[in-house]
Nanobody, 119 residues
Framework: QLQASGGGLVQPGGSLRLSCAAS????????MRWYRQAPGNERELVAM???????NYADSVKGRFTISRDNAKNTVYLQMNGLKPEDTAVYYC???????????????WGQGTQVTVSS
């Protein structure tokens, strides 16, 4: 339903671009979010974007990360610049969406993609 990609190993100061594509089962998609979870930590919200393009970011990533979406492709992106070792985590995407088969609104999660920032 949600397929995340783009993670990998990068040196401090480097960049990565994550993508999360929603499958065709969704009738409509409202807000989309990126979360991350580091070992031993709770999952935390990194960035959110509404269907209209309004965005919010965690204080720890403001000025470094940019969330965007392509509504025609049902895809959300997370451009991550100036990466730091503390950004190392599994990154998950999330969509508030209506399932076209059931016409019910729920939160849907992608499978996660690993981001490792290390020299």
């Amino acid at each position: 339903q949600l397929q995340a990609s783009g993670g990998g190993l990068v040196q401090p100061g480097g960049s990565l671009r994550l993508s999360c594509a929603a499958s065709g089962i969704f009738f409509s998609i409202y807000s989309m979010r990126w979360y991350r979870q580091a070992p031993g930590n709770e999952r935390e919200l990194v960035a959110m974007i509404t269907s209209g393009g309004s965005t919010n970011y965690a204080d720890s990533v403001k000025g470094r990360f940019t969330i965007s979406r392509d509504n025609a492709k049902n895809t959300v992106y997370l451009q991550m610049n100036g990466l730091k070792p503390e950004d190392t985590a599994v990154y998950y995407c999330n969509a508030d969406a209506v399932n076209s088969a059931t016409m019910t609104r729920n939160l849907y999660w992608g499978q996660g993609t690993q981001v490792t920032v290390s020299s």
